[in-house]
């Protein structure tokens, strides 16, 4: 079955009215949400979506140490091996913008996190550490040769504790946006989610899927806009399982204090990238983890939010490309 197939065949989930009216409660009380409106103002950002059909991820399903794991692969032999790790509060569908570019000069593996996207798993899979842990059982278990691993978002942290005790298999960096500063600079939001019993116990509760994904929508972009497809899948991945994010939250400042000794043995290729108005973790995050880490590069997006895979898309293609290309060229002067 391909792709479209595969969608047509489900139900589509939206955000509704109720789902928005909880995102504007959180937006009243979000202090940085101002500024991003009145860029997107500038960029006179539209609703109508930037990719008008279904993602062409042709998505498949595995079983790693019991759990059910989301997962996709392009297989392109005798080329560089790319592994992507799936954002919050989306899934691996947010790199259809690149995705078919990806495929066509690479060997492309993808895969939601235990516990997020639509992947099984509970709460136990909530730490940096549990994560981290993880991706080698997914590496060993589809036997992947020193991939490059693009990892935004709560995969930053995942690809970060992975590479710090097995440095040997990783060729390459790719990750941004995402906590591994220890004390982070955290935007108001990540404060509520991480630090605020209040928030945590009121988003818990009281807010559903359609909302959480809104709130992320609102902050994440000032350019991109996500069709129906994709927003049914981000729907579709935390429907009845807040808990699993929840409680990744809670657990935050545990992770922070768990990874931020790490950093310094982080010693492959690593390319940090990060957006100009990233809001939820605001760029200076960035520049700290670019002086922490040892060949280490950054890249920052201009006119660009918290989810740049998306928010500039051609321009993080083009990252990709040339930073491959220079971890090649490197790799045959040394042979």
Same mark, same amino acid.
Request: proline share 5%; hydrophobic share 35%.
């Given at each position: 079955? #391909?792709?479209?197939?595969?969608? $047509?065949?489900? !139900? ?17 009380? !979000? ?28 998505? =498949? ?26 954002? $919050? ?18 060997? +492309? ?7 997020? /996207?639509?992947?099984?798993? /509970?709460?136990?899979?909530? !730490? ?25 978002? +709560? ?30 600079? #955290? ?16 988003? @818990?509760?009281?807010?559903?899927? @359609?909302?959480?994904?809104?709130? /992320? ?7 991109? !806009? ?15 399982? $807040?808990?699993?994010?929840? =409680? ?17 043995? +982080? ?11 990233? =809001? ?5 995050? @960035? ?42 060229? /490197? ?5």
């Amino acid at each position: 079955m #391909n792709a479209l197939s595969s969608y $047509l065949n489900e !139900t589509i989930n939206s955000i509704n009215i109720l789902d928005k009216f909880y995102a504007s409660f959180l937006m009243f009380c !979000t202090k940085e949400y101002k500024g991003l409106k009145k860029q997107r103002a500038l960029n006179k950002y539209s609703e109508n979506p930037t990719l008008n059909n279904p993602s062409d991820i042709k998505t =498949e399903y595995t079983v790693i140490n019991t759990i059910k794991i989301r997962y996709a692969h392009y297989s392109n032999p005798g080329k560089e091996t790319i592994l992507l790790l799936s954002p $919050l509060p989306q899934s691996i569908i947010a790199y259809a913008p690149i995705w078919n570019d990806l495929i066509k000069d690479y060997n +492309v593996y993808a895969y939601d996190l235990p516990g997020f /996207g639509r992947s099984e798993g /509970g709460l136990e899979f909530m !730490t940096f550490e549990a994560q981290g842990q993880f991706l080698h059982h997914f590496i060993e278990h589809f036997n992947i040769k020193k991939p490059h691993i693009v990892a935004p978002d +709560v995969g930053m942290p995942t690809a970060i504790y992975y590479t710090a005790q097995h440095k040997k298999n990783v060729s390459s960096l790719i990750i941004g946006d995402g906590p591994a500063i220890n004390p982070s600079n #955290n935007g108001s939001i990540i404060e509520k989610l991480g630090f605020s019993k209040f928030w945590q116990f009121l988003i @818990g509760n009281f807010v559903d899927a @359609g909302a959480f994904v809104e709130v /992320g929508n609102r902050l994440g972009y000032v350019n991109y !806009t996500p069709n129906s497809f994709e927003l049914s899948d981000y729907i579709k991945s935390y429907k009845g399982r $807040l808990s699993n994010p929840i =409680e990744w939250f809670k657990k935050y400042p545990e992770s922070l204090t768990t990874l931020d000794p790490l950093l310094e043995k +982080v010693s492959v290729p690593t390319l940090i990238f990060w957006g100009e108005n990233d =809001e939820i973790l605001p760029k200076d995050n @960035g520049i700290k983890l670019q002086n922490r880490i040892n060949q280490s590069e950054i890249k920052i997006f201009k006119n660009c939010g918290h989810f740049s895979y998306q928010d500039q898309s051609e321009e993080f293609m083009t990252m990709i490309q040339h930073w491959l290309n220079q971890q090649l060229e /490197g790799n045959n002067k040394n042979d």
